[in-house]
Nanobody, 116 residues
Framework: QVQLVEFGGGLVQTGGSLRLSCVAS????????MGWYRQAPGKQRELVAE???????NYVDSVKGRFTISRDNAKNTAYLQMNSLKPDDTGVYYC??????????WGQGTQVTVSS
């Protein structure tokens, strides 16, 4: 069973930065697609960014130019660098791992709060 553990959430002022990390257990990380979702209060969970096993990235329009997703296969870790944060970025951020058999695993989530 794959386990995902997120680190790096917290409280930051508008314009600040945070880096989220997601560490995966097991030996399927390098072949898996990694992603970050977020859920704001009263809203549906949305995909923020994803990165394929080959390193291709995709972002929701609202974070393009501000967020960067990356991965380190040697460390079984995915990252989300978040710059120029806005209050609308507030929410619980979830790491996901999608296997080659299309099974999705979720982390427990980490809270990001951006104060105005």
């Amino acid at each position: 069973q794959v386990q995902l553990v997120e680190f790096g959430g917290g409280l930051v002022q508008t314009g600040g930065s945070l880096r989220l990390s997601c560490v995966a257990s097991g030996n399927i990380f390098s072949s898996s697609r990694m992603g970050w979702y977020r859920q704001a209060p009263g809203k549906q969970r949305e995909l923020v960014a994803e990165i394929t096993s080959g390193g291709r990235t995709n972002y929701v329009d609202s974070v393009k130019g501000r967020f960067t997703i990356s991965r380190d296969n040697a460390k079984n870790t995915a990252y989300l660098q978040m710059n120029s944060l806005k209050p609308d970025d507030t929410g619980v951020y979830y790491c996901t791992l999608l296997t080659i058999t299309a099974t999705r695993h979720w982390g427990q989530g980490t809270q990001v709060t951006v104060s105005s």
